[in-house]
C-alpha cells in the first residue's frame, strides 16, 4: 500500500517491488519516484471522485498504471455509478480490465471502525459526551480515508500487508507526489493512525472486526 509524502524520506522502491502484489492509491504516480515507491503495480485501488473527474475529460487516465491493471473503486457519492457505468460500458474497447467497486458490507464495516475509533478520541480528548461527536466532526460528510479502506481489502485478501508511507510529520507533504500539504477536514486521520496501531499490533481488540469472522494476517507498517 503506497501512498504519502514521508515516503521521500526513504528508498523502498527495491523492497516494496520485491513483494508478490503491489497496491498502489488514487493514481500516484512512480515516475520518477521509482527509487522511493518502486515501479509494480498489480492493483490500483481509487476513490469514485478520481473517476469522476476522468468521465468529465476527453482523455482518460484512470488507467495510469496500464491498461490491465485492475481497478478497485469505492464509492464516495451515489451519483458517481454512473460514471463506473460509463467507464466499463467501453472498458472492452479502451481497457482490459473493468472497475470493480467494493462490496458495500465492506464499506459499513470501514465506516463503523473509523467513527469507533474517531468517537473514542474525541470523547479522551474533550471531556465531552459522544453525542456531541457529530457536530464537531459534521457527521453527514465524515467517512474513512481511500488508504484506510485499501488497507482493509489487503487484510482481507493476503496472507502479509506491508504499508509504506503511512504517517505524517509537519515537514513532509500529504502526498510524495503532489504539492498538497494538508490533510482533508472530512477524515479523522488520527483515529485512522490509532485502528493501525492496533491492527498491526493486536488486531483482536478491533470492534467490528473482530465480530465479522476475518482472520487477520500479519501487518506491518514501514515509514
Not at 100 to 121: E, F, G, M, N, P
Not at 156 to 176: L, M, P, T
Request: aromatic share 10%; with cysteine; proline share 5%.
Amino acid at each position: 500500500m503506497i501512498p504519502p509524502g514521508i515516503l521521500l524520506r526513504a528508498h523502498h522502491g527495491a523492497l516494496i517491488d520485491s513483494h508478490a502484489a503491489v497496491f498502489r492509491l488514487n493514481n500516484a504516480r512512480i515516475s520518477g519516484y521509482a527509487a522511493h515507491v518502486g515501479s509494480k503495480t498489480n492493483y490500483s485501488f481509487i476513490n469514485s471522485n478520481i473517476l469522476h473527474l476522468c468521465a468529465r475529460r476527453p482523455g482518460c487516465f484512470c488507467h495510469p498504471y496500464g491498461h490491465d491493471v485492475p481497478i478497485l473503486l469505492y464509492i464516495c457519492q451515489a451519483a458517481h455509478f454512473l460514471d463506473v457505468a460509463a467507464c466499463n460500458a467501453t472498458s472492452s474497447s479502451r481497457h482490459g480490465s473493468p472497475i470493480s467497486v467494493t462490496d458495500a458490507r465492506l464499506d459499513v464495516l470501514c465506516a463503523r471502525i473509523v467513527k469507533y475509533y474517531s468517537l473514542r478520541r474525541f470523547v479522551a480528548e474533550t471531556g465531552r459526551a459522544p453525542e456531541e461527536w457529530d457536530r464537531a466532526h459534521d457527521a453527514a460528510m465524515f467517512h474513512y480515508s481511500s488508504g484506510m479502506q485499501a488497507i482493509m481489502v489487503a487484510v482481507g485478501v493476503c496472507d502479509r500487508v506491508s504499508v509504506f508511507g503511512f504517517g505524517k510529520s509537519s515537514d513532509a507533504k500529504h502526498h510524495y507526489h503532489s504539492n498538497q500539504k494538508a490533510e482533508l477536514d472530512l477524515h479523522d486521520y488520527e483515529a485512522e493512525y490509532a485502528f493501525y496501531h492496533d491492527l498491526s499490533e493486536h488486531p483482536q481488540v478491533v470492534p467490528f472486526l473482530k465480530d465479522s469472522g476475518l482472520a487477520v494476517p500479519p501487518v506491518v507498517f514501514y515509514h
